[in-house]
């Protein structure tokens, strides 16, 4: 079956701009995270879904970052005014649900650099 | 601080050889404990879960202890291959409620399996 897809794959933008990343999770899975993994880092948490409930956005670095998931499925992560310290490779990972119990399935990234 | 310590220096070993990974946490609790793999351009793929109250998992080729007296997790390649050559994750939660849903993860540890 189809596992997680985000794209693009690559994003070049110039420093200011704002940028969208999209994520298509599996199919019926409940939970959404999104990480950033930045070259030698560890993976960085920004955000996650569960569902219906209120997100939790404990992760985000500034207020240019935000996110959204539609219809409990499809997300889409933003970055506004984006800086070149933005620059990193952006992870989506979906979980049948939230818990430290279940495993996650990663999409392939969207590697983002800001010039 | 909480801290999740992986071999920082790339492993190298021969193949057929048996590769062990450690994954040290310092003022954490887990619940459980994960093992990813990582190869790179792409996300990680899930391997291994074991929980707080289970001393060894095993799966095929891969072993996976957990000493919480020691804190500290074991990942154990047998028989290794260079197919198995990539960086290897170790992600954590808390047990602390309200806090369980999300892993924190280790900077990983490479491992190259030469022929």
């Known amino acids: 079956g189809a596992g997680v897809s985000q794209s693009p794959s690559n994003k070049v933008t110039e420093k200011g701009k704002d940028v969208e990343l999209r994520c298509d999770p599996i199919s019926g899975h409940t939970a959404l995270y999104w990480y950033r993994q930045s070259l030698g880092q560890g993976l960085e948490f920004l955000i996650y879904f569960q569902g219906n409930s209120a997100p939790d956005k404990s992760g985000l670095p500034s207020d240019r970052f935000s996110a959204e998931r539609t219809g409990g499925s499809v997300s889409t992560l933003t970055i506004q005014r984006t800086q070149q310290e933005d620059s990193a490779v952006y992870l989506c990972?979906?979980?049948?649900?939230?818990?430290?119990?279940?495993?996650?399935?990663f999409g392939p990234g969207t590697r983002l650099t800001v010039l | 601080s909480q801290k999740i310590e992986q071999n920082s220096e790339a492993l190298n070993i021969q193949e057929g050889k048996t590769a062990t990974l450690t994954c040290n946490y310092t003022?954490?609790?887990?619940?459980?404990l994960q093992w990813y793999r990582q190869d790179p351009g792409r996300g990680p793929v899930f391997l291994l879960l074991i929980r707080e109250n289970e001393k060894e998992k095993r799966k095929e080729r891969l072993k996976v202890t957990f000493d919480t007296t020691l804190k500290q997790s074991l990942f154990h390649i047998t028989a290794s291959q260079p197919a198995d050559s990539a960086t290897y994750l170790c992600a954590l939660t808390s047990n602390n409620a309200g806090n369980n849903r999300k892993l924190i993860w280790g900077l990983g540890t490479s491992l190259a399996v030469n022929p």
């Open positions: 003022n954490y609790s887990p619940a459980y």
């Open positions: 990972a979906s979980s049948v649900a939230a818990g430290s119990y279940n495993e996650q399935f």
